[in-house]
Nanobody, 125 residues
């Protein structure tokens, strides 16, 4: 299982970023994948995940308006579009995969088993 997040960087408030999670060693037909973030000094937050069993995506309650998760089955990449960036969006963003393909959306609260290296998002004018 390999996951690698990328696409972070410096963005202005009100701007947008598209983060990518390149994965290998498994199929999203059988496992759930999600995006999480952690800001300095704060607890990890679940943002969104894709359920392999339910064939749909889920979002944390406070993440529904500005975050969009999507997938490219050919490229084996999961994306997270973040729009109207706010200073409080600054964090390290991680993608993760679960163990049995049954954790989404509960995993948004409790996390997943396999984690990739995160990508840092900084929001500043």
């Amino acid at each position: 299982v390999q996951l690698q997040a990328s696409g972070g960087g410096l963005a202005q408030p009100g701007g947008s970023l598209r983060l990518s999670c390149a994965f290998s060693g498994f199929s999203l037909d059988y496992y759930d994948i999600g995006w999480f973030r952690q800001a300095p000094g704060k607890e990890r937050e679940g943002i969104s995940c894709i359920s392999s069993r339910l064939r749909r995506e889920f979002y944390a309650d406070n993440m529904k308006e500005r975050f969009t998760i999507s997938r490219d089955n050919v490229k084996n990449v999961v994306y997270l579009q973040v729009d109207n960036l706010k200073p409080e969006d600054a964090a390290v963003y991680y993608c993760a995969r679960d163990e049995y393909g049954n954790s989404c959306p509960t995993a948004l609260r409790y996390g997943m088993e396999y984690w990739g290296r995160g990508t840092l998002v900084t929001v500043s004018s």
